[in-house]
C-alpha cells in the first residue's frame, strides 16, 4: 500500500486572512487529508488567537471539494458525545462524506481546566474514554439513544439522518496504553501515536523507531485478542513530536527517509504540520510543498 501524505493546519489564523488560503492550497498540493487540533487553546498559542475546530472544518468544506478533514484530536476533555455526535454528523453532510474524527483520551493541558473542574488523573481519563468512544459510536450509527454510565448520560437522542458515510465517519483512535489500543482495535478504523513522548527530549531516531515499533505490535496483540486483521486498521503517525523534531522537513531526502523507515513498520500515513514561522513547527514553505507534491510518489 502506497503512503498516504496529510497535513494539519493549526486554528491560529483568521479565515479571512490566511486561514482559508491554508486550507484551499493543501487541496492544491495533494494532501490525502487536512487536520485541525481540537482544544480550547494550546501550549505556546494560549495567549494568542485560536479558533475552533468545528467551524473551522466547516468552512473548509466548503473551501474545498476533495481534500478529507479531520480532527488530531478530539476528547472528552470539553466535549461530551451527544453534542458532539449532532456536530459531527453535520459536518459529514456538509462536507458530502469527507469528515474523519481523530480522537483521543486528552492530557493535562489548558482542555482540562477551561470548565472549571480539576484535571482528571491518567486513569479518570482513561475511564471516561472507555465510555465516550462506544456511545459516540452508537450515537453516530443509531437514529435514537438512549443510554446512562458512570460519567456520560442519553435520553432518547436523535441522530437522523445519521451520517453521509456509512455506518459512520471514521475513527482515528489516538492511544498508546493497553485500554485505548482495545478502544482502537475494536472502534478505529485507523490508529494514530506520536510516537513515545518519554523520547522526545534525550532519545534518538533509532530509539523511536523502536518504540512505535513497539506500539505496534501491541496494536497488533489488541487486534489478534478481538479476532481482527491488524492490516484493517490504517496506522497514522503525527510527527513532530518524536527525537527528530522539524528535520525531516528541512529537505525531500530527508523526509522520504524518515518516512520510509516508518512505513516499514507499517504506517499507511503520515501527518506534516504546516509550517507556522516563530513556532515550534517552523520550516521553509518551498521545501514543505516540494515534500508535499514529491514525496508520495517516492514512497508507493
Known sequence: MSLRLSTVILPYLRWHEGGRSAWTRAEQLGFHTGYTYDHLSWRTFRDGPWFGAIPTLTAAATATERLRLG?????????HPVNLAKELISLDDISGGRITLGIG????GFDATALGQDPWTPRERADRFAEFVPLLDRLLTEDSVSYEGDFYSAHEARN???????????????????????????HGQAWVTTGDPKLFENGTSEQSVGAIRGQVEKLTDACVALGRDVHTVDKVLLTGFTPDRGRPLESLDAFVDFAGRHQELGFTEIVIHWPIPDSDFAADQKVFEEIAMEAPTQLR
Open 71 to 79: 480532527t488530531l484530536v478530539t476528547s472528552p476533555n470539553f466535549r
Open 105 to 108: 483520551a486528552g492530557g493535562t
Open 160 to 186: 437522523i439522518p445519521g451520517c453521509v458515510q456509512r455506518p459512520r465517519l471514521p475513527f482515528a483512535v489516538a492511544a498508546t496504553g493497553p485500554r485505548g489500543l482495545k478502544l482502537a482495535a475494536r
